[in-house]
């Protein structure tokens, strides 16, 4: 009896595990082919989970979907996990990956301001003090925490500083269709940096966080290899926290590169 329990609820929890936003209804006769049970027993644990309003029946009647429960769950999920709290974990595996230095950042006014910084392994390192402000135009995580406004609010913001507002959208176009913004030489020469950016639809705030490197530190297929795993960790955290620019995107749709703005 004990066996029968514990197989059932693994299955039960095997069920739920295919959810995800490309895979939205549970239908019998795809679960039994996924997970290679039995059509009775999927259809008695569908039924289960939706008697509990972990599932649903689906509009069309077709299969299961989210049921009311799962919402209550992530609701759950988010007010015990601050976006900081996940974005820092993230930085700790892009420094130990990578062993260049981390950043989280957040954008106040015109500025952004370095909240979290972590060290990597790399011997040469440019630090930029917690709680500085710079100007947010000039640096990879301010571009990214900017492409997320509409231009009139970014353009607002940045001023004229030498661009015209033209050559200052084209950026911010850039990266809102590349996921990221890479720049180098913008703050200190020979240092170049990736960011990407979240939003907490709970309270409509943004922060960025970063890798930043000597230029000549990383060749392009280190610098592909950083991007790739910066989007990763950003479309995981986004999609978790229904930032919809992340969480809207399909798993594995192949992005524009990004390597080419900086």
């Not at 890798?211 to 479309?235: G, K, V, W």
Request: hydrophobic content about 40%; charged content about 20%.
């Amino acid at each position: 009896m004990e066996h029968y329990l514990v197989s059932s609820l693994e299955n039960a929890l095997r069920i739920i595990a295919l959810l995800d936003r490309d895979y939205r209804v549970l239908r019998v006769g795809e679960v039994c082919r996924a997970l290679e049970l039995p059509k009775s027993s999927v259809s008695r644990l569908l039924r289960q989970l939706s008697e509990f309003e972990i599932l649903e029946k689906a509009p069309d009647d077709v299969g299961y979907v989210a049921g009311a429960r799962s919402l209550l769950l992530g609701e759950l999920y988010l007010s015990q996990h601050t976006l900081l709290d996940l974005i820092e974990p993230a930085l700790q595996r892009l420094t130990e990956q990578f062993g260049f230095t981390g950043y989280a950042s957040t954008l106040q006014g015109s500025d952004v301001v370095i909240i979290r910084s972590f060290q990597g392994t790399y011997p040469v390192r440019h630090i930029v003090d917690v709680g500085v402000p710079v100007p947010a135009f000039d640096t990879s995580v301010g571009r990214a925490a900017l492409a997320r406004l509409t231009d009139w609010e970014a353009l607002a913001l940045v001023g004229s500083g030498g661009l015209s507002d033209d050559e200052i959208i084209e950026t911010l176009v850039s990266v809102r269709a590349t996921g990221v913004s890479v720049t180098s030489d913008t703050v200190v020469p020979g240092i170049s940096a990736m960011a990407a950016c979240i939003r907490d639809p709970r309270n409509d705030k943004l922060l960025a966080f970063s890798i930043s490197y000597p230029t000549n530190a990383a060749d392009h297929a280190t610098c592909q290899q950083m991007l790739d795993a910066l989007r990763e960790e950003a479309f995981q955290i986004g999609s978790r926290m229904g930032d919809i620019f992340w969480s809207t995107r399909k798993t594995g749709t192949p992005w524009p590169n990004g390597l080419e703005s900086a």
